[in-house]
């Protein structure tokens, strides 16, 4: 099962999609959190991403497109994924198009919650990105480069709306449940 969590900054997919591919037995491809590792790895690529991320801004195309072919053509992702955080923008739609194809993703899962949740979560967690000003910028490229994505997947009939407030826990059921109800896999 490929799946697509999808939302603005702050929204809650990482968590989600960490608890639901652990349900599911798939990994949780974030490029954000194999970003993260590279800066404090301190890695080239690391080096090359640190202050775009710092910046709130996106990381150059290729740079993420190859960095996602790599993780999902490992052994343990043949069966499925959770991607998060990938794609975000309409070039690398087009790039996991080639890999995957255009019928790729079984669900695409779109995270609803409000901008003052969103921004009162994540000064909350305190990661370098997540300063009043880094934050704003975030919200203003999701709205630009992401936000249209939405239009991309809902012509192709793929897109399911979550509420994304309310419990971490309460959260994955309504996910599981929703997934339940549209996905034909054993695994639900
Ligand atoms: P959030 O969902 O809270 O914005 P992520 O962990 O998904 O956080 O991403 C953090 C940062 O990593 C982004 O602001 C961006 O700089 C970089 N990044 C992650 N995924 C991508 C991507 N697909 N394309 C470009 N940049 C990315």
């Known amino acids: 099962m490929k799946l697509l969590f999808i939302g603005p ?13 652990e349900r599911l037995g798939i990994p949780h491809v974030s490029t954000g959190a194999m970003f993260r590792e590279h800066v404090s790895e301190g890695t080239d690529l690391g080096k090359k991403v640190e202050a775009i991320m710092a910046a709130g801004d ?10 996602l072919e790599e993780r999902i053509s490992r052994p343990d992702a043949k069966l499925g994924f959770i991607l998060d955080g990938f794609p975000r923008t309409p070039g690398q739609v087009e790039s996991l198009d080639g890999l ?7 669900k695409v899962v779109v995270f609803e919650v409000d901008e003052d949740e969103l921004t009162e979560r994540m000064l909350s967690r305190g990661r370098v990105d997540d300063s009043a000003e880094t934050i704003r910028n975030r919200f203003t490229v999701y709205a630009e480069q992401t936000q249209p994505l939405l239009d991309v997947y809902d012509s192709r009939g793929v ?4 509420d994304g407030m309310g419990e971490v826990e309460e959260i994955t059921e309504r996910v599981l449940a929703v997934l339940k109800s ?7």
Do not use: F, N, W
Request: glycine fraction near 12%; hydrophobic fraction near 40%.
């Open 159 to 162: 897109t399911v709306s979550v």
């Open 182 to 188: 549209s996905v034909h896999q054993d695994v639900l």
């Open 9 to 21: 900054p702050g929204a809650g997919k990482g968590t989600q999609a960490e608890r639901v591919a």
């Open 58 to 67: 996106y990381v150059p195309d290729e740079v993420t497109v190859a960095m």
């Open 100 to 106: 995957i194809g255009d019928d790729g993703l079984d």
